[in-house]
């Protein structure tokens, strides 16, 4: 079964540090997303990407974030100044047709610390 | 965010017998609503889908039905076993909202043997 990987699996850093999540999407999928989950919060859309250009972005997606895929395989989420509030689970998607109906494939998240 | 709505924190269910988790969404405009499936330190799994035209689909012992006059969905899981203890997620998606995916909050199933 293709998956999605992320890494790290857990990632503690200094507020105002830049940070860059990582994540390998499955090989022949086009579309690809992140989503966080604050904890006891619910799973919040940040960002779905296309053709090498974002193609939607939600309101907690403001400039400090932004997103790469700098090599045909890997997709990154950077945090430009992280703050105490971005402590969340990041998750990485893809899909190949991006049509939510056949529903997503997501990675096993990366757990970011912020201290 | 209250447009997808799961009440219910926690469901426990014997081995063999029904689950029914429950979700209510607010937005009129969704077009699509699936549910995932998430264990501890993995990422959401995608178990089954509904189009907002149909009222029901089933793949397996997993059954999803849509009232929209309600704005209320179901997934269904017969026979119930431990392995689907997990954390099931209701979702949703239309047209405004383009790809993106609304969450709600998650309820834990557990399956006792």
């Known amino acids: 079964e293709p998956e999605v990987t992320q890494t790290p699996s857990h990632q503690v850093t200094q507020m105002g540090q830049e940070v860059i999540l990582r994540c390998v999407p499955i090989?022949?999928?086009?579309?690809f997303y992140w989503y966080r989950q604050i904890l006891g919060q619910k799973v919040e859309f940040l960002v779905s990407?296309?053709?090498?250009?974002?193609?939607?972005k939600s309101e907690i997606f403001d400039d400090q974030f932004s997103v790469e895929r700098p090599d045909g395989s890997n997709f990154t989420l950077k945090i430009r100044s992280t703050k105490l509030e971005d402590s969340a689970m990041y998750f990485c998607?893809?899909?190949?047709?991006?049509?939510?109906?056949?529903?997503?494939?997501f990675g096993s998240g990366t757990r970011l610390t912020v201290v | 965010d209250q447009q997808v709505k799961q009440n219910s924190p926690s469901l426990s269910v014997q081995e063999g017998r029904i689950s029914i988790l429950n979700c209510d969404y607010t937005?009129?405009?969704?077009?699509?609503f699936l549910w995932y499936k998430k264990y501890p330190a993995e990422g959401p799994t995608f178990l089954i889908s509904?189009?907002?035209?149909?009222d029901k689909n089933e793949d397996g012992r997993f059954t999803v039905f849509l009232n929209k006059s309600a704005k209320h969905l179901s997934l269904h899981i017969v026979p119930s076993q431990p392995g689907d203890s997990a954390v099931y997620f209701c979702?949703?998606?239309?047209?405004?909202?383009?790809?993106?995916?609304?969450f709600g909050e998650g309820t834990q199933l557990t399956v006792n043997p």
């Open positions: 998607a893809s899909s190949r047709l991006g049509q939510t109906i056949y529903g997503y494939t």
């Open positions: 090989s022949n999928h086009l579309y």
């Open positions: 990407f296309y053709n090498n250009e974002i193609s939607e």
């Open positions: 937005n009129s405009m969704f077009d699509y």
């Open positions: 509904i189009s907002s035209i149909k």
């Open positions: 979702a949703a998606s239309g047209e405004t909202s383009g790809s993106r995916l609304t």
